[in-house]
């Protein structure tokens, strides 16, 4: 990877780098692996200063880059507004763009009267310093502070803030060493250009332990008390490079550990530890003992014990997202026992570790923690034991990578926390500026508006959520009805379909409402389920969550728990995990309940309490909710309409393209055979129904083309309102550019019909490539081995193939060609009847001996298994979005959902004869 450390252009950097002696420049070791890239970098035309690390895995620990907008920010409303308090006239205050006054000039923030009251007493911490973006902005502020409250020249305020005012550590050595470049860089540049510098207070919190913990001990030359505590500092230090900044060596919390010897300081103070614990090292050293028993670098693992054991007026950092389910074992372990309340996130343990060591936190960190129910008790603490002093929500997009890619899509909130208890009056400063371009944040940050919640009253909010606004006094909508969670399936490839690709009613599928895209009445009604009367398979799974039973059979409304939360009315059918079905505990609350979740206020007031992609159920129905003002806004509007859609894609739809927003494909539906599940049992266009589901397009077996047949269906259902006219307006409708049905039969539908069906088509092109050859349109639900056959052997071989070689015979321009494609075609679908590797159809669900030997499907299986061999041989008119590979999750057994397999009739029939199959 190549990190960008600085606009700056090379030529300047090179009279800065160059003039450098190489002793000088590698002072303490810090900078010689950059400056190892320089001298690389240096001779390439480049016009920024690019940093290669070579074969380097960071990982998520580390967060390298903070756009620097976030870290002006949280340091202009922190060490700024304090400078600011203290200092109202200072010219520095116009350089703070991002530092947010109220009307009477005071900072949002609040003045921070804790703090000491000279700048040359303030210490600021990034405890998690990546590249340094933090440092360096601490540093450019805390210098020209110093400066102007001191009088000292540029050079001089320098050096005394690297002395005495800025420190940071991270995990990753090599971090450490950019981060440390980044600081010298920014002093040479503000200052006279290179001189000596005071070795910035940087070091590596990720240095580990690796020799057992009775040579650890044996450094305290028999002092019981060293000793105890040496044991105490092995345990922490040995898993250094995975917690880092996370070890506390003043925190006291018990851990199940064979090798504690000592759980606790409580019998020594830390003051005394620290420089016995160096002099012990320091008089072992000259022995070559620091290097055997610490396996690391002794001046930079005691560099990191100090800077973790201060306490400093400011920590301001970007502290690494990375949730528990990605954590390592140890970090789990760790965090379960030492920040069990924030553990959800390593950012919120971080959060909690450093309010030991500080009086002010400045950081960004993911909005997760502000709602989600996981980290209600940690909220609550957070909320009594410290003051929020501003915070602002910032959204997704926030972060501008390096490399182009997508920006960090998790939703995110600058913080600005004092660590001791709030005034009993005191209110937090909010501001929210949604989820706009990373590239406008900059702006919104300096121009939003600043709200105020009393911090006291988020106490109250549903699980302590804290919120940019108040709840109002209205009960909240638990009270008149319940969110349920749906049905979490655990393989939704074996046990979920789309209606249309079973022929419907059925025994073992039941509707599956889900999710959906726009408000509507009755959306969402696409997926089946197969239940088995709830005592098959999935019923029985230990991979899968049957729930939401309370609301089946019930009214209510379905509300989809992502993105913009959309909403149908729910009529009582089992419903996946991908929506809620909130169920009023009155039935005659549902046109106010449906008034109320179809509104914008519904959206914006979840979003007020939860700003995460996804929603829980609860948190759905956590919102107040003006039940009389509902019930007046739905008694202005018609009642509720009766379940009825135009959408071919839904099961309530009944099956008429006059009726349709598709009516082409709807009318090309009707004349294959097929019928919608809630289809009247008889109707007008039965009678132009095909009777094998087989429609060729030129005209075959004594059968009219199909552009006629399809006319014909079109005219009955349009009626008197048809006319060329009308037929011209159906085929802009559908995004053709044809003129006849015909050429849309031919070049579009099946691309189109493959789209509007989820890639899921029912209706399968079969063609041999030719435009004037042989096309046939089949209903997949009555294509067995027979009807293949049929088609194979009747419609192509007797009738088609023979009318091209009598062509041929009568030298008919073209016929040579289409016979020629006519008999490749037929030796495809001959293939497919026999169905050997790697023609064949594969059902990972089935065993061995289940699996079917030539063309012999078995609809339940789907679609997409289902249309391999037809796909592989590649006689369908146009290819569409389909794939055969790994599923999500595992078999019962343990091993992957893999699909692409392919299996030999030799194998199947082996199987099937072991099993005593015939």
């Known amino acids: 990877m190549r990190l960008r450390l600085a606009p700056e252009g090379r030529h300047a950097l090179e009279e800065v780098i160059d003039a450098l002696p190489v002793e000088t420049f590698i002072a303490d070791d810090a900078l010689g692996w950059v400056y190892q890239f320089w001298q690389k970098d240096k001779k390439e035309e480049i016009n920024d200063l690019e940093l290669k690390i070579e074969g380097s895995d960071l990982g998520p620990v580390t967060q390298l880059f903070t756009d620097t907008y976030m870290v002006r ?46 700048v040359a007493d303030v210490s600021v911490i990034d405890p998690c310093c990546g590249s340094g973006h933090f440092l360096v902005e601490a540093f450019s502020m805390l210098w020209t502070m110093r400066a102007e409250e001191e009088g000292l020249s540029a050079v001089a305020a320098q050096d005394a803030v690297l002395r005495d005012n800025l420190f940071g550590l991270e995990l990753d050595a090599r971090c450490v060493q950019i981060a440390m470049f980044a600081v010298a860089l920014r002093a040479w540049k503000a200052g006279e250009g290179w001189r000596q510098l005071p070795v910035p207070n940087i070091a590596c919190s990720g240095i580990p332990v690796k020799a057992p913990v009775g040579q650890w001990m044996s450094l305290a030359g028999g002092d019981e008390r060293l000793e105890n505590a040496l044991a105490r500092m092995h345990m922490l230090f040995r898993d250094a490079d995975t917690l880092g900044s996370l070890i506390d060596p003043r925190h006291t919390t018990t851990m199940t550990d064979p090798e504690n010897r000592q759980q606790s300081f409580d019998d020594m103070d830390w003051e005394d530890i620290a420089p016995a614990f160096v002099d012990a090292v320091t008089r072992e050293s000259g022995r070559d003992m620091a290097a055997a028993v610490l396996g690391a670098d002794l001046n930079g693992l ?34 379960d026992q030492r920040a069990p309340l924030s553990k959800g996130d390593l950012a919120t343990a971080m959060l909690e570790r450093w309010m030991r060591g500080a009086h002010a936190i400045a950081l960004v960190s993911p909005q997760n923690w502000q709602e989600k129910p996981g980290y209600t008790a940690f909220r609550g603490l957070l909320l009594k034991q410290a003051t929020y002093r501003l915070f602002a929500r910032i959204g997704n ?31 937090i400063s909010a501001i929210d500026i949604g989820n706009g371009s990373v590239h406008e944040k900059a702006d919104l940050l300096t121009q939003a508006i600043v709200g105020s919640v009393q911090q006291k009253a988020q106490i109250s909010n549903p699980d302590s959520r804290i919120m940019t606004s108040s709840l109002g006094a209205h009960p909240l909508l638990q ?31 039941v509707y599956f409402q889900s999710s959906l895209v726009g408000n509507r009445f009755y959306g969402g009604r696409s997926s089946i389920l197969f239940w088995e009367q709830g005592r098959g398979s999935l019923a029985k799974s230990a991979g899968a969550r049957i729930q939401g039973q309370e609301a089946w059979g019930r009214r209510g409304v379905v509300v989809s728990q992502m993105g913009d939360l959309f909403v149908t009315l729910y009529t009582g059918e089992i419903f996946d995990s991908n929506a809620a079905a909130v169920i009023p505990k009155r039935e005659s609350d549902l046109p106010a309940l449906w008034a109320f979740l179809s509104s914008p206020s519904y959206r914006r007031a979840v979003r007020e309490i939860d700003n995460n992609v996804a929603v829980t159920n609860r948190t759905l129905v956590k919102v107040p909710f003006d039940e009389m003002k509902w019930r007046r806004v739905a008694e202005e509007v018609p009642q509720l309409p009766e379940p009825n859609t135009d959408d071919p894609t839904q099961w309530l739809f009944l099956g ?36 094998d589901g087989i429609v060729c397009l030129p005209s075959v077996s004594g059968e009219a083309p199909a552009a006629d047949r399809l006319q014909q269906v079109l005219q009955a259902s349009f009626a008197d309102s048809w ?43 079969i063609w041999d490539g030719l435009r004037d050859g042989f096309s046939a349109l089949v209903n997949y639900h009555r294509l067995d081995r027979k009807a293949l056959e049929k088609l194979t052997y009747t419609y192509l071989g007797q009738d088609w193939v023979e009318r091209q070689r009598a062509g041929v015979r ?19 679908l001959e293939m497919i009847l026999e169905g050997e590797k790697p023609y064949d159809v594969y059902i990972r669900w089935k065993s061995l001996h289940g699996q079917p030997v030539g063309w012999e499907p078995d609809l339940n299986d789907g679609v997409r298994l289902n249309i391999r061999p037809f796909v592989m041989t590649g006689v369908l008119r146009a290819p569409f979005n389909i794939h055969w590979k790994k599923d999500r999750g595992k078999n019962p057994d343990g091993t992957e959902r893999h699909n692409e397999i392919h299996l030999s009739h030799a194998e199947k029939n082996d199987a099937k004869k072991r099993a005593g199959c015939n």
């Not at 997009?397 to 998790?410: D, M, Y």
């Not at 789209?755 to 399968?764: D, E, I, S």
């Open 73 to 118: 920010f949280l340091l202009e409303n922190s060490l700024g507004a304090w400078w600011a308090t203290r200092h109202p006239d200072s010219p520095l205050i116009r350089s703070f763009k991002f530092l947010r006054l109220r009307e009477d000039g005071k900072p949002v923030a609040g003045a921070f009267d804790d703090w000491p009251s000279r």
């Open 302 to 335: 005691m560099r990191a014990v100090i800077l973790l054991t201060r306490k400093y007026t400011l920590v301001s950092t970007n502290v690494p997202f990375l949730s528990r389910s990605k954590q390592a074992s140890r970090l789990r372990s760790y965090l």
């Open 397 to 427: 997009n926030v972060w501008q990578t390096q490399s182009g890619r997508q920006p960090f899509k998790i939703p995110t909130v600058l913080s600005v926390l004092s660590c001791h208890p709030p005034a009993k009056d005191h209110d």
């Open 479 to 509: 009270s008149v009805a319940s969110a349920r969670q749906g049905v979490k399936t655990g393989d939704d490839p074996r046990y979920r379909r789309f209606f249309w690709e079973i022929p419907l009613p059925h025994k073992d599928w």
């Open 656 to 691: 008429r393209p006059e009726a349709s927003s598709a009516p082409l494909h709807v009318a090309v539906a009707r004349l294959i055979g097929y019928r919608w599940p809630d289809q009247v049992t008889t109707d007008a266009f039965d009678r132009f129904a095909d009777r």
């Open 723 to 765: 006319s060329p006219s009308k037929l011209k307006e159906l085929l802009e409708q559908s995004g053709s550019k044809r003129k006849n049905l015909n050429d849309w039969l031919r070049d579009d539908f099946f691309k189109q019909h493959c789209a509007l069906f989820g890639n899921r088509p029912f209706v399968w092109h």
């Open 810 to 828: 009568d030298e008919v321009p073209g016929a040579e060609g289409r016979l020629v494609a006519a008999l490749e075609l037929q030796r495809k």
